[in-house]
């Protein structure tokens, strides 16, 4: 497999903070309109497509 490379490191590091739940403040402060992370996933279900 190897080294990642810069380009793909920094690519995973945003996906892996994009895939935290939504914070409770904001939902409290939508009044529940927007109750959920639509960009979250699961490592068994969805894969990433990233390419070198």
Do not use: C, F
């Given at each position: 497999?190897?080294?990642?490379t810069?380009?793909?490191?920094?690519?995973?590091?945003?996906?892996?903070?994009?895939?935290?739940?939504?914070?409770?403040?904001?939902?409290?402060?939508?009044?529940?309109?927007?109750?959920?992370n639509?960009?979250?996933?699961?490592?068994?279900?969805?894969?990433?497509?990233?390419?070198?």
């Amino acid at each position: 497999m190897g080294k990642k490379t810069l380009r793909k490191k920094m690519r995973l590091g945003r996906k892996l903070k994009q895939n935290g739940r939504m914070p409770v403040l904001a939902v409290l402060k939508t009044h529940r309109r927007i109750q959920y992370n639509k960009k979250q996933r699961d490592w068994r279900r969805r894969k990433l497509r990233i390419s070198e």
